[in-house]
């Protein structure tokens, strides 16, 4: 009899434990990642009140089975459902992560390691990646600073916003391409002033310039000069290009045409430049004699020019030199180009009785002949530059390389007449201090018809149409970190608002044999033990067991309501079955009890 009141109270023990394990399922139904836990019963022992006996050959008699009566129910085992993946649930919180797979998450509270599936991460006041409700460390592995690539071993916490880590370095530009139509009926390319084509490239500090280069067409139509004009810097001020070629080398264009005055007031007398209308001496050959090198004319003296005006009356005016050479380029339509008028070539005779023997020489040159002896022509009576407003010129003097294109297809033919060559130096390591040399390709150069328009135009990095990557070499500006983004293999990028990408870490998972025998520490934390499998504080990528992570989501509880509230009915009519057996059995001793009147 007392038999059965025990066994009815370990029935009401153990179906009393099964609640408490589905009450804490149903509690944790929104809990982050958590994993349902299930029990299972066995009975708890027998007694035995006759053993088996076998048969008996010599009576013949068969065996009789033991004689056992059963004394109640124990829980068996309490097990996890660890390896349930759980429901997804989106978040949009980039640092919001959720493995699917079968591993974990390795996190450190500074003295040792645990593990969760709960990926509600954020980012704490030292830049490290964190739980969002415990503050710990999420672990992972750094990048090697020699190779930029992960180096996989002993895991340690991620510190994704280091000061390192916030700014991208700038690198001074490289490499550079052209490419692009030259129309050979482009009124910019058949100008004095040419085409120009800007080319924007960073020194090493990442400061931006802009190199203005410039195409003009010669007499043959498939070769074109290209020539550095100037360098700007972020303010548009030009920056002092020193003494040396930056940018190919002294050539000339042949290039045959007739310059004349610009404005019809202008006329030279005796070796001075007037302006008919005003009287006005624009430049006095005379004063602008030096004795030396010809093109030694740019002193800076002043020279009076001393002019009379309109009523007669002597004015004062100094100028340098250079200002009395803008106002005679100016004169014959070059305002603001007066280094181009100067390299004009010319054919002058070579001496007075023979005007069929002429040599070539620049506009420079002529001027500089003429300042000596400024009422006669340097070369002969037949050489008419300055006593009349026109003369013919040949070509042109230039700093820079050719651009030759192949007469039959258009295509780009090489530089200086060189067919395997098909690129150029600009040489700013010249300038000292943070630039760099730049190759610049003209491959991708083409001479084509296109109504009179040029498309040419200039690009920092490689064009790629070799075959390489294009934009290496491009250079680049100081970037600022503009957002992180970690990848399904748990490496995490920055991204930084030069354009540039900078890998930060990967995160670090543990697998483990048994991960069922994982204990559970609180907020949603595992801790390895002898049965689960210890962790070797290294780790594996989560791709190596085809799992993967997504970011701005969480995984959601596993627990199955329905299956919980099922649970919940049998667990409840068999704790109420087993308080029955206990009120049934003091029925019985109370009918025993009153036996004796």
């Excluded at 340690?156 to 139509?181: F, Q």
């Excluded at 001020?237 to 005055?261: C, P, W």
């Excluded at 070797?536 to 992570?549: F, L």
Aim: with cysteine; hydrophobic share 35%.
């Amino acid at each position: 009899m007392m038999r059965s009141l025990y066994s009815g109270v370990a029935g009401l023990k153990t179906h009393q434990i099964k609640m408490d394990v589905i009450g804490n399922n149903i509690a944790n139904v929104n809990t982050a990642a958590f994993k349902a836990s299930s029990i299972v019963f066995n009975e708890l022992m027998s007694q035995t009140t006759q053993r088996a006996s076998g048969p008996n050959a010599t009576t013949g008699t068969g065996g009789v089975n033991a004689r056992q009566i059963g004394l109640g129910v124990k829980s068996g085992a309490i097990n996890i459902n660890i390896t349930g993946q759980g429901s997804t649930q989106s978040t949009g919180n980039p640092f919001d992560i959720m493995i699917n797979g079968d591993n974990f998450f390795v996190v450190n509270n500074g003295l040792e390691n645990f593990f969760t599936r709960d990926g509600s991460f954020y980012v704490d006041g030292a830049g490290n990646l964190a739980m969002t409700s415990t503050g710990y460390n999420v672990m992972g592995w750094q990048v090697d600073p020699e190779t930029g690539e992960v180096r996989k071993d002993t895991v340690t916490a991620l510190r994704i916003m280091s000061t390192a880590n916030m700014t991208y370095p700038p690198e001074a530009t490289s490499e550079a391409y052209m490419d692009g139509i030259i129309d050979k009926f482009d009124t910019d390319v058949t100008s004095v002033n040419g085409r120009v084509v800007n080319l924007n490239f960073f020194d090493a500090r990442g400061y931006e310039y802009t190199a203005r280069f410039v195409f003009r067409q010669s007499d043959d139509p498939d070769i074109y000069s290209l020539e550095l004009e100037k360098i700007l810097d972020e303010d548009g001020e030009a920056i002092d290009l020193g003494d040396g070629v930056l940018f190919g080398a002294a050539s000339t264009q042949t290039k045959a045409g007739s310059v004349h005055f610009d404005d019809k007031t202008y006329e030279w007398d005796n070796g001075k430049l007037i302006n008919s209308a005003t009287k006005e001496v624009m430049a006095d050959l005379s004063k602008m004699y030096t004795a030396g090198a010809l093109n030694d004319l740019n002193f800076s003296e002043d020279n009076n020019l001393g002019y009379t005006d309109t009523d007669g009356q002597p004015v004062e005016k100094t100028a340098t030199v250079q200002e009395q050479l803008d106002a005679i380029a100016a004169a014959y339509g070059y305002q603001g180009s007066t280094d181009e008028f100067l390299n004009l070539l010319c054919d002058a005779p070579t001496a007075a009785d023979d005007p069929t023997v002429v040599t070539q020489l620049s506009v420079r040159q002529m001027l500089a002949n003429l300042s000596q002896s400024p009422t006669a022509p340097a070369y002969g009576t037949s050489y008419t530059l300055p006593t009349t407003g026109q003369f013919d010129t040949v070509g042109r003097n230039f700093t820079g390389v050719s651009i030759t294109f192949d007469t039959n297809t258009g295509l780009f033919a090489g530089v200086n007449g060189q067919q395997t060559v098909t690129s150029a130096t600009l040489g700013l390591s010249q300038l000292g201090g943070y630039f760099s040399d730049i190759n610049i390709d003209f491959a991708d150069l083409s001479s084509l018809n296109n109504k009179g328009t040029s498309t040419v135009g200039a690009t920092s990095g490689t064009s790629g149409s070799d075959g390489s990557a294009k934009g290496i070499g491009a250079g680049r500006p100081l970037g600022d970190m503009i957002g992180v983004s970690v990848q399904q293999n748990g490496m995490i990028y920055a991204s930084y608002d030069n354009g540039m990408t900078k890998l930060l870490g990967q995160i670090a998972t543990a697998a483990f044999a048994n991960a069922s025998g994982l204990e559970k520490q609180g907020d949603n934390l595992y801790s390895a033990t002898m049965n689960s499998g210890e962790f070797n504080g290294i780790g594996v990528d989560i791709t190596a067991n085809g799992g993967y992570m997504s970011t701005g989501q969480l995984e959601m509880s596993n627990v199955d309501l329905s299956t919980e509230f099922t649970e919940m009915i049998t667990t409840q009519r068999g704790f109420q079955a087993n308080s029955r057996i206990i009120t049934v059995s003091d029925t019985l001793l109370e009918e025993l009890t009153n036996l004796k009147r």
